[in-house]
């Protein structure tokens, strides 16, 4: 089982920023691809951004409405992921939430979900 405890949401004005921190627990043989995705009122909940994990290169890739203000990265043992928000709009606002895919096992690989944490920004 894995858990991921989200960290950093908040109130801030447009304009601001704010860093989102996950950080991933429990038995697992590696964690795999991490990721951010982002649920606003009324909204389906959609991907912001990924990066990928294992042996491979820290490959990134984000949606279009984040492109150039939200950069995502991952800690030296790749157990953590962070998003870094800059140039904060109040469309922004919504639940984030932290996902990934996890090896419990070598080829035996599962999703995981956090918690949610919510990001407020004012206009």
């Known amino acids: 089982q894995v858990q991921l405890v989200e960290s950093g949401g908040g109130l801030v004005q447009a304009g601001g920023s704010l860093r989102l921190s996950c950080a991933a627990s429990?038995?697992?043989?590696?964690?795999?691809?991490m990721a951010w995705y982002r649920q606003a009122p009324g909204k389906e909940r959609e991907l912001v951004a990924t990066?990928?994990?294992?042996?491979?290169?820290?490959?990134?890739n984000y949606a279009d409405s984040v492109k150039g203000r939200f950069t995502i990265s991952r800690d030296i043992v790749k157990t953590a992921v962070y998003l870094q928000m800059n140039s904060l709009k109040p469309e922004d606002t919504a639940v984030y939430y932290c996902y990934t895919i996890a090896a419990i096992a070598p080829s035996v690989n599962y999703q995981y979900w956090g918690q949610g944490t919510q990001v407020t920004v004012s206009s």
């Open positions: 990066i990928s994990g294992g042996d491979s290169a820290n490959y990134t």
């Open positions: 429990g038995r697992f043989f590696s964690i795999r691809t």
